[in-house]
Structures are given as C-alpha cells and as structure tokens.
C-alpha cells in the first residue's frame, strides 16, 4: 500500500514493460533481421550528411528560417526527382482542401488549436467523400479535379478566407534544432515516397483504383473482376485526386501529405505542452517506427485512417462540439475514417461514445418522431414527458 501511495506503482509498471519488449526483441532476433541493403544504407548516411550540415548551418545563421529553407529545398529536389506537375498537384489539391474545409468550418480557429492543419484534413476528407460518392459516375476527368480547387478559393475568398501560413520558425536556436530533429523523419519518409510503387498491395489494389479512374474516369465496383472492389477505399479515393492532378507520383505524395498533416496536428500540441526536446523527440519517435516508414514508402491507407482519427479525436476534444459546425466536422471525420478501414471502428466506439451525449437524445427523438409520422402521429419529444402536442392524420 505504502508502495502504491509513494506513486512508484507506475514507473514500476512501466519498466517491467520496458524490460519486456527488450527481452522480447532480443529473444526472436529482431536487431538481427536484414533491413539495409549496402546501397541503401550508403544513400541515407549521404542524406543524414546532407541534412545535417544545411540545419547546422541555417540554425547557425538564420534560425527563423530553418524550416522554410527545408521546405523549399524538398520542393525543389521533388519537382528534379519527380517532375514539377506532382508537386504542383499535390499542393493544388491541400490549397482546395484548405478552402474547402473552411467554407465547412470557418471559426475553427477559436475552437482547435491547428485550426488550419484540421481545415485541410476537413477538406480532404470531403473531396474524399465526394470522389465516394460519384465514383460510379462518368465525372472523373482530370480538368474537373483541376478546377474545383479554383471553384472552393473563390467561394472561400468571398467569404473572407484568407490563407496564411506560418513561414517563419522559432527564433532561438535551441528549438529550431528540436524541430529539425523532429522533422528528419518526415524528410526521410518523402525521400522514399519519390520512389515508384513496388508493394504487393499497392501494385494490385491502391494504385488500380486512381489508375482506372484516370482512365475510364468512373470506378465500376465490379466484384467479378476485383474481390476487393466493394472494400473501404477512402485513402484510394484521396490517392485518386492525387492520380488526377500529377499521376503515380502526385498519389504517393499525398501520402506524405497526409502524415504531414498529422505530424502537424501532433507535433503542435507537444511543443506547446511540454519543452521543446522533450516535444521533438516524441515526434520524432512517433515518426520513425517502421511501421510509418512501410505505410508511407508504398500506396497503404493507414496515414489516411490516421489522420481522420486524429482530427476527429481533436475537434470532440478540444472544441468539446459547442457549435454545430464542429459536430459536423466531427462526424465527416469519423465517417471517413469508418469508409477507409474497417479497424477504424475499434477506435471510433470511444469516440462516438464521447460524443454521444447530445446525439443519443437527437438520434432518439429523431427515430420516434420516424415512428410516428409512419403510424400518422405526430411530433413527440419521448425525453421531456410533460409536453404533448395533439395528434395530426
């Protein structure tokens, strides 16, 4: 008891796990198994070289700068590797997003802390959506996908939108080092996404989706021909917009679209809670686990589920659904997540269970009101019992 109440209970539990998992790595060979070939080990020790010496130097002359300097010399070395209409796509399509997601939700910045980074998931996953919807349909041809960005900015730009994005980095030295260490695995995440497809499942399932769009611009869901043409594909369809605007690479650069995004989400809300080591290091630590690594060097849908789940589980947190248009960001959130895999529904039971206070009551009332206009009654609140209103036929 004395134990338990001193609060070594926790780290105590804590180490045993600790010792565990290493006694477990070290029992099955797992440090022992061959991940590197020598050429590939060869070409990221000359990019650690590389980005190691351009941060010391930007963090040694222009701090503030560091991240944008990043940025733009990813950008240049993609438009080399890939040519510039995959990047140009990519970043067509997170400017729609963007403007999308705040026509939907324009006051998110009063109620989430990353209300930019949660506007272009929100956007996403509406384009998303929408792809679902009419994917059937003979719409899918690469002028309209081209276009709808320029129709969302101008309805947005309307309506008072003004996109800014914070170009300039922390000043002291010390924390633009913490974001560059947080940052270098996403950087090695999109040294690989420049990389052609060569997974088992991207060659026969996330990439014959956008293809057959951008071809016969309409999906069939023709279970005789694919098994799979009925499955969750909310990740493929956000793989399509990426196909319609720049081809294979745009797709696999929306990829890491999608993990920027969430490092964005989760990175901001560590730097602000806690010191800026601390803060980089759990980035970085949720960044390089080779899962990460799988899922974004090939066409998987995880970074999707991920990040649907992320902005979902931040706006019920955070803006506590105290207006409408959160509850609805809430819900094509989860939506998407439930149409892009079906394990995502083990992390939205929590979720919707949040959340539900206020949607059980509207959901009931909604379903007895149903009950009672196909019986020819009319309208009953079953909560509040005192009120009654006189039957109508």
């Known amino acids: 008891m004395r134990f338990m109440q001193r609060g070594y209970a926790a780290p105590a539990v804590f ?3 600790v010792v565990v998992c290493l006694h477990g790595v070290a029992a099955h060979g797992l440090l022992r198994q061959p991940v590197w070939e020598p050429d590939g080990r060869h070409r990221f020790l000359v990019f650690v070289a590389i980005y190691a010496s351009l941060t010391a130097l930007l963090i040694a002359v222009r701090p503030r700068w560091t991240l944008a300097v990043l940025a733009g010399a990813a950008a240049l070395f993609t438009c080399v590797a890939v040519g510039p209409l995959a990047l140009a796509g990519v970043v067509w399509a997170a400017l729609g997003a963007w403007a999308c997601g705040w026509l939907l939700w324009p006051r998110a910045r009063g109620s ?3 209300p930019a980074a949660v506007q272009i998931t929100l956007g996403l996953a509406l384009w998303a959506a929408a792809v679902m919807w009419t994917a059937a349909l003979p719409l899918h041809r690469r002028a309209l996908y081209w276009l709808l960005p320029v129709l969302m900015a101008a309805a947005a730009w309307q309506r008072g939108w003004r996109p800014r994005l914070p170009l300039a980095g922390p000043a002291a030295r010390g924390a633009a080092a913490a974001w560059a260490v947080a940052l270098f695995p996403l950087f ?3 040294l690989v996404a420049l990389k052609p497809e060569v997974s ?3 060659l026969a399932m996330h990439m014959v989706i956008p293809a057959r769009m951008a071809y016969a611009h309409r999906w069939p869901f023709n279970v005789t021909e694919f098994a799979w043409a009925v499955m969750p594909m909310g990740g493929d369809w956000v793989w399509t917009v990426g196909w319609q605007l720049g081809g294979e690479a ?3 650069l929306m990829n890491v679209l999608l993990l920027g995004l969430l490092t964005w989400i989760v990175a901001e809300r560590a730097f602000r809670r806690l010191h800026a080591w601390p ?3 759990l980035t970085a630590a949720m960044l390089s686990t080779p899962l990460v690594q799988h899922v974004t060097g090939s066409l998987f849908v995880e970074n999707a589920t991920a990040l649907w789940l992320t902005a979902a589980a931040v706006v019920l947190v955070e ?3 105290a ?8 819900g094509v959130l989860a939506g998407m997540a439930a149409a892009t895999k079906f394990g995502a529904l083990a992390f939205l039971a929590p979720l919707v269970a949040a959340a539900g206070g206020g949607w059980a009551r509207l959901g009931l009332l909604f379903l007895h009101r149903l009950l009672l206009a196909c019986r020819g009654g009319g309208p009953v609140d079953p909560v509040c019992r005192a009120r009654r209103y006189p039957a109508h036929r």
């Open 319 to 321: 803006s506590r659904l």
């Open 112 to 114: 989430v802390e990353s």
């Open 188 to 190: 090695a995440h999109w």
């Open 323 to 330: 207006a409408g248009r959160s509850r609805v960001a809430l």
């Open 200 to 202: 088992a499942d991207g």
């Open 279 to 281: 803060a980089a290091l």
């Open 15 to 17: 180490a045993s796990a």
């Open 250 to 252: 745009a797709a696999r």
